[in-house]
C-alpha cells in the first residue's frame, strides 16, 4: 500500500480534507431521519473525539510500519485523525482498510479519501473474510440493540463468532459485540484495538461473555468511560467508553487501568484494578465510578432487597395510548369497566408517593386510568360485547400491528400482574450525590402499572410479617426510601445525559440492612 501518510503533503492538504467531510457527514446525517439512523446505528464520531482516541492508540502501538483497520468506516472521522497524528509522530502507514456498509457514506470517503490508497469495502464487515492482518483497529461499531437483528442474522452472527473465538453471545447483545468477535481474526499478534463502545456492556448480563472474551482471548490495557452527563453524541442517549486491548493472551493476573471522565490524557479518576478481581466481578463501572470509586469491593454479606422481594417490571402494553383510557373516555365510549383493570400513570405525572385508595380500589386521582384487559375471544366480544368490539376494531390496523401485539396470541391480551404494594421507579436523574434517581411508592389501591415502573412483591418472609403486622408496610416503605443514592447507582446504570435506570435483577441486588433490621424488631 505505500507510505501513504507522506504523499498527502503532495495531494492535498488533510485539513481540507476534514473540513470537506464534516460537511459531508452533516449532509448526510440530515438526509436521514433520527429513528432510521437509530435503527441501523449510525452516531458519527465527532472528531475531537476521534483525535483523543487515535493518540492514545498509537501510543499504545509501537510498531514502526502501522496497518490500520477501520471496520464502521462512515465517511472517515477516525481515518482522519489517524493519518493527521501518524503525519505529526513521522510513522509509517503500511496499509489500511475501511469498510462501509451504508451507500452514502461509503460514497462520500470514496471521493474524500481516493488519493490515499486505503483500501475501502462496501459491504458488511461481518460477512467480510480477512484480507490480511494488522496491527492497529480504532473503531466507533454501529450501536444496533439486539430487537433491530433478525432471527436469521444472530443465528449466523453467533454461529460464525463462536467457531472464531468460541464465545457464544447472548441473543439480548448488540451489533457492536458481534463486530469486536468478528474482528478477531483480523488481529496480528500483539495487534492494538480500540472500540468506542456504550458503556452498559459492564454491567448488564449480556455483556457477560464479551467481557470473558476481554479477559481471557485478549489482554485488556484500559477502559476509559466518559462522563455520561457530558454525552460525546448529541443524537444517541448513550453512555461511552472505549475499551483498549492488545492481541495475546496470558494466563497470569495482571493490572486494567479503569478511567473515568475528562479525556484518556486526564481522566478524573483512575484506579487500576486486577485481572482476577474483574473475573469475579459482575459489574465494572464501579471501578470508575465518580461516586463509589474508593468502595471497589462491597461487602457481599449485607442483606439485599432480592432477600424480601420477588421484583418485576410492570406491564409492556404495546400501545399505552390505545390500551389505557380514563374514566371519563371509557364513559364517553360507553364501555363496560368490568374489562378494565386500575392502573397508575407515569411517573412524571404521580406527584404523591403514597397513594391512597378509594372505596373500590382505584387510585384517590383527580384523573383515574384503566387499562383495557379483555381476556375473551373475538367471537365472543362481538356477539355479546359490541361496544368493547367496536373499539377494538378501531385498532386492527394500528396498534394491533405494532411489534409487541403483533407477536402476541392474541393481539390486544395483556401481561398478568396483580397489583403490588411498593414500587419503583424504573428510570431517573437524582439532582445531587444525595438524591436518589428512582423513586419508592406505597400503593394502597388494587392499581398495576405499567413497565416505567418496577413492582415489588414481598416474599413469604416479609409477607407473613405484613399480615400479622399491617401497620409496618408502611416503616418498610419508609426504609426503602432511605436507601442511598450510592447505593441505588451501584446496580443500576447510566446513559447519556445522566439519565440512570435499573432493571429488576438490578434492585433486587440493592443492600437493606435496615430492613433485616426492621423485621428482627418486630
Not at 177 to 202: D, R
Not at 277 to 291: A, P, Y
Not at 462 to 481: R, S
Request: glycine share 6%; hydrophobic share 35%; with cysteine.
Amino acid at each position: 500500500m505505500g507510505t501513504q501518510n507522506k504523499r498527502l503533503g503532495a495531494i492535498r492538504d488533510l485539513s481540507l480534507i476534514e473540513s470537506k467531510r464534516m460537511q459531508l457527514q452533516i449532509a448526510i446525517d440530515n438526509s436521514k431521519s433520527i429513528e432510521n439512523r437509530r435503527r441501523f446505528g449510525q452516531f458519527a464520531t465527532p472528531y475531537e473525539l476521534a483525535q483523543e482516541i487515535v493518540l492514545f492508540g498509537l501510543g499504545l502501538q509501537n510498531e514502526k510500519e502501522i496497518s490500520f483497520l477501520e471496520p464502521a468506516f462512515g465517511t472517515g472521522a477516525f481515518y482522519s485523525a489517524f493519518l493527521s497524528e501518524c503525519s505529526k509522530q513521522n510513522k509509517n502507514v503500511n496499509s489500511a482498510i475501511g469498510i462501509e456498509l451504508d451507500d452514502d457514506f461509503f460514497g462520500a470517503a470514496n471521493v474524500l479519501w481516493r488519493d490515499t490508497n486505503i483500501n475501502l469495502v462496501n459491504g458488511d464487515f461481518t460477512e467480510i473474510d480477512c484480507f490480511y492482518k494488522i496491527n492497529l483497529l480504532i473503531s466507533n461499531p454501529p450501536y444496533v440493540r439486539h430487537h433491530y437483528i433478525g432471527q436469521e442474522q444472530k443465528n449466523r452472527l453467533s454461529e460464525m463468532t463462536k467457531s472464531e473465538t468460541g464465545i457464544s453471545l447472548s441473543g439480548l447483545a448488540g451489533l457492536y459485540c458481534y463486530f469486536i468477535l468478528s474482528a478477531h481474526k483480523w488481529l496480528a499478534p500483539n495487534a492494538i484495538c480500540g472500540w468506542l463502545i456504550p458503556s452498559e456492556f459492564m454491567d448488564v448480563n449480556y455483556g457477560s461473555m464479551l467481557k470473558e472474551y476481554l479477559l481471557n482471548k485478549v489482554r485488556l490495557l484500559r477502559i476509559h468511560r466518559y462522563n455520561p452527563e457530558n454525552c460525546k453524541f448529541d443524537d444517541a442517549l448513550v453512555s461511552s467508553c472505549v475499551v483498549w486491548f492488545r492481541n495475546e493472551t496470558t494466563t497470569e493476573n495482571y493490572e486494567v487501568e479503569f478511567s473515568y471522565g475528562g479525556t484518556h490524557e486526564k481522566p478524573v479518576i483512575r484506579q487500576n484494578v486486577d485481572r482476577y478481581t474483574l473475573e469475579q466481578s459482575r459489574k465494572w463501572t464501579h471501578f470508575s465510578n465518580k461516586i463509589i470509586a474508593n468502595e471497589q469491593l462491597q461487602n457481599t454479606s449485607f442483606p439485599i432487597l432480592g432477600d424480601f422481594f420477588t421484583i418485576k417490571r410492570g406491564i409492556a402494553t404495546g400501545d399505552n395510548d390505545f390500551f389505557i383510557l380514563s374514566k371519563e373516555q371509557i364513559e364517553d365510549l360507553d364501555l363496560d369497566l368490568k374489562f378494565f383493570t386500575p392502573v397508575l400513570p407515569s411517573p412524571r405525572y404521580l406527584k404523591s408517593d403514597e397513594v391512597f385508595s378509594d372505596q373500590n380500589g382505584h387510585p384517590q386521582l383527580d384523573t383515574q386510568y384503566f387499562l383495557l384487559n379483555c381476556t375473551l375471544p373475538e367471537d365472543e366480544i362481538r356477539e355479546h360485547h359490541p361496544a368493547i368490539w367496536n373499539y377494538l376494531n378501531s385498532g386492527k390496523d394500528t396498534t394491533a400491528q405494532k411489534y409487541l401485539c403483533k407477536n402476541r396470541k392474541v393481539w390486544y391480551y395483556q401481561e398478568n400482574r396483580s397489583a403490588a404494594p411498593l414500587l419503583c421507579s424504573y428510570m431517573g436523574r437524582g439532582n445531587s450525590e444525595h438524591t436518589a434517581p428512582f423513586r419508592f411508592i406505597l400503593n394502597h389501591t388494587n392499581a398495576i402499572v405499567t413497565n416505567s415502573y418496577l413492582m415489588l412483591y414481598p416474599k413469604d418472609i416479609l409477607n407473613d410479617v405484613i399480615t400479622q403486622y399491617p401497620d409496618i408496610l408502611h416503616k418498610v416503605w419508609e426504609v426503602l426510601t432511605s436507601i442511598t443514592a450510592c447505593d441505588l447507582e451501584y446496580e443500576g446504570r447510566i446513559y447519556g445525559g445522566g439519565l440512570k435506570k435499573i432493571e429488576p435483577k438490578e434492585l433486587a441486588f440493592v443492600k437493606c440492612p435496615r430492613l433485616a433490621e426492621l423485621l428482627v424488631s418486630v
